[in-house]
Nanobody
């Protein structure tokens, strides 16, 4: 079983920066996909950024050029550097992993509990 611990959320003014971090723990041999999603008030959860096998990266159009995802495939950590934040980035941000291989065999993906990011104008 994989557990995710997130950190780094908070409140900033428009134009500010925050970095979110997520660490996966458990009997993990490997993780294929690590990423970040968000759910804004009244909206569905959406993909923000994802990273496959530590390399292939994908961003939502709304964050391209402002957010950067990075990770450590050995330490099973993923970070989201968020710059030039806008009020519309306000949401609960969730870490997600998929394609998990445990020491005992294939595992299931997992979600973090979420961390609040609030951007004021």
């Amino acid at each position: 079983q994989v557990k995710l611990a997130e950190s780094g959320g908070g409140s900033v003014q428009s134009g500010g920066s925050l970095t979110l971090s997520c660490a996966a723990s458990g009997n993990i041999r490997g993780i294929a996909v690590m990423g970040w999603y968000r759910r804004a008030p009244g909206k569905q959860r959406e993909l923000v950024a994802s990273m496959v096998n530590g390399g292939n990266i994908r961003y939502a159009d709304s964050v391209k050029g402002r957010f950067t995802i990075s990770g450590d495939v050995v330490r099973h950590t993923v970070h989201l550097e968020m710059n030039n934040l806008r009020p519309e980035d306000t949401a609960v941000y969730y870490c997600n992993v998929d394609g998990v291989i445990l020491t005992t065999g294939p595992g299931v993906g997992a979600w973090g509990p979420g961390t609040q990011v609030t951007v004021s104008s």
